[in-house]
């Protein structure tokens, strides 16, 4: 007995610099390390729901976040940005002058001819907000009164990962925090049942797309691992290990997750190592889920007109429809930022035919979620995001003159993307790109600054949210960003 005091009393004893700091953070060394460290570093720490000291830092506009992540880059010049001379000019090369200085893919970067691709439907003016919208999207035509269309969308990537990673995350490689996850770390959650980062995913289902969908996009970086994304499945339990095995009652459960998490705190007390209470944190939302998300998931209790309204693919377990229905369910239950990954449109070679199946899969969705929002009084403090990672080149790939085997490549030196609700002003097209739909002429919006703008709807200063890792201070926008206020309402 006093051979296992003695060990123990080493074991708490032998404490590493890091371990020590630490237990500063939650001790007597508080005020001390906050003056070192900074606010954040030690909310790191903390297992309520509140976020960083100090945050909102500004009247937030937004409560929630919808982004619809449209993975593979949808065709800006079929859809969005209207450029009725493109019909006249197919099959002409686009000019050197126009082309100069625009970074393209390995795929078409040496081509020797450029020809103009004119759109593949014809456009028409909606009444109420005078945007011209393609007839690939009627449903989002009907809703553009409500909608701030961005015509003027930059980024200097032009590959899938790279560009994802940087809208998500605000760099090019994997490793940085993702734009979920800093809004739970800088605004904490607001449900006790759910979590406050929640992803799903989807994609077409001709598997016409072959772009992977990597856990980092929704990871947490080097932040705490829980404020990282939640991930819903399609199949089966929404949650991996949601339902106990046969013979294990509630009561069991709670009382094995209180002796863990009893067995989590002692061990934080010797290493203050801030996983361990996210583990805890963890495990105590897994038990609150198992009764949540199974009523999430329920839709029986649904009106029919509103499942009508979102389409027929909302009865299709995994599809965007669906997805987009259960995001209006989450957002009213209080999860604050929904991530939803819909992969399908790198329409390399089969834009004829793959372009026009994407777009009635999830334009109805997207438009149904923004009317369904509105109704329910969720639109105003609810931002909803529809783009890509980047746009397609108005040339375009392969032979244009076969009716069915040609498409445009990636283009990310101008594209568009739509956000409504949530303190945009609605009804607006910001930004202008010149005749072939190639450069921006007006109000360039780059990644960064999108970003801040996000941020600023959420009562968020992007450049004050930020982490201390490796002696630095990282934040979502880098070092970079510029609030678009024209766009706020």
Request: hydrophobic share 35%; net charge neutral.
């Amino acid at each position: 007995m006093i051979d296992m005091f003695l060990q123990d009393q080493a074991r708490r004893l032998t404490q590493t610099r890091r371990q020590f700091f630490g237990k500063s953070a939650t001790g007597v060394g508080t005020a001390a390390l906050a003056s070192l460290l900074g606010k954040e570093t030690l909310s790191a720490a903390s297992t309520s729901g509140a976020g960083v000291p100090g945050f909102p830092n500004h009247t937030a506009k937004a409560k929630r976040v919808i982004y619809l992540m449209q993975a593979g880059g949808p065709s800006h010049l079929d859809i969005f940005d209207y450029k009725p001379q493109m019909y006249g000019r197919h099959g002409e090369n686009i000019p050197d002058s126009i082309r100069a200085g625009v970074r393209l893919s390995t795929m078409t970067g040496s081509y020797k001819e450029y020809p103009v691709l004119r759109p593949k439907k014809e456009f028409r003016q909606d009444r109420n907000s005078g945007m011209w919208l393609s007839d690939l999207i009627p449903h989002t035509r009907d809703i553009s009164d409500k909608i701030c269309l961005i015509n003027s969308m930059n980024t200097e990537a032009v590959n899938h990962a790279p560009a994802v990673t940087f809208f998500l995350t605000g760099h090019q490689l994997p490793g940085r925090p993702s734009m979920g996850a800093w809004t739970s770390y800088g605004l904490g959650t607001s449900s006790e049942d759910l979590p406050s980062f929640v992803v799903m995913l989807s994609r077409d289902k001709e598997n016409s797309c072959g772009q992977l969908f990597y856990d980092y996009y929704w990871g947490s970086g080097f932040i705490p691992s829980k404020y990282q994304g939640v991930k819903f499945r399609s199949q089966g339990d929404p949650v991996l290990y949601l339902s106990d095995p046969k013979g294990l009652s509630r009561d069991m459960k709670k009382g094995m997750i209180d002796d863990i998490a009893a067995l989590n705190r002692e061990h934080y007390e010797d290493v203050a190592d801030p996983e361990i209470q996210t583990r805890i944190a963890q495990y105590e939302m897994a038990y609150r889920m198992q009764t949540s998300v199974p009523e999430l998931s329920d839709l029986s209790s649904e009106p029919q007109h509103i499942l009508d309204m979102y389409g027929p693919d909302v009865h299709r377990p995994g599809s965007f429809a669906r997805n987009c229905l259960l995001a209006r369910r989450l957002a009213e239950r209080g999860t604050q930022f929904i991530q939803l990954m819909h992969a399908g449109w790198d329409q390399h070679q089969n834009i004829p035919t793959q372009l026009e199946i994407q777009c009635k899969d999830t334009d109805q969705p997207a438009a149904a979620l923004v009317k369904d929002l509105d109704q329910r009084g969720l639109l105003e403090d609810t931002l909803v995001i529809w783009g890509g990672e980047f746009g397609r080149t108005p040339f375009g790939q392969g032979d244009i003159n076969n009716p069915k085997r040609h498409g445009r490549d990636h283009h990310g030196a101008a594209f568009s993307l739509w956000m409504a609700g949530g303190g945009v002003k609605p009804g607006i097209q910001y930004g202008k790109t010149d005749d072939y739909a190639y450069n921006i002429v007006e109000n360039k919006v780059h990644v960064h600054d999108f970003q801040a703008t996000v941020m600023h709807l959420l009562g968020i200063d992007h450049e004050r949210l930020t982490y201390r890792f490796q002696g630095r201070r990282f934040r979502l926008t880098d070092v970079h960003g510029h609030v678009v206020n024209d766009i706020v309402a």
